[in-house]
């Protein structure tokens, strides 16, 4: 059974730092990453990263949140620096295998940030 379990996240204040963790079970995916969901807003791409370590981030983020991933461990992280309130948010978990499939999503998990 393919799963991908976050953890991490919480709650923040305005200027601090958070990081998110997810590890995937019972497949190894080409691409991980982290999107984000508002409520009432479509969920957008944060990060992502590629098993040979090439990194994307959305604009929004640049300069602020770095993705990381431990092959060995099957594991992404996301650290969240410089923390707006504008980043709260579900954080969800994504892994996509080789041309895009199978895709993947974890539960989620929420971070809020205080003003």
């Known amino acids: 059974q393919v799963q991908l379990e976050e953890s991490g996240g919480g709650l923040a204040q305005a200027g601090g730092s958070l990081r998110v963790s997810c590890t995937a079970s019972?497949?190894?995916?080409?691409?991980m990453g982290w999107y984000r969901q508002a409520p009432g807003k479509q969920r957008e791409l944060v990060a992502t990263?590629?098993?040979?370590?090439?990194?994307k981030y959305a604009d929004f983020v640049k300069g602020r949140f770095t993705i990381s991933r431990d092959n060995a461990k099957n594991t992404v992280y996301l650290q969240m620096n410089n923390l707006e309130p504008e980043d709260t948010a579900v954080y969800l978990c994504?892994?996509?295998?080789?041309?895009?499939?199978?895709?993947?999503w974890g539960q989620g998990t929420q971070v809020t940030v205080s003003s």
């Open positions: 994504n892994g996509k295998g080789s041309f895009g499939f199978p895709v993947y």
């Open positions: 019972g497949y190894i995916f080409s691409n």
């Open positions: 990263i590629t098993s040979g370590g090439i990194t």
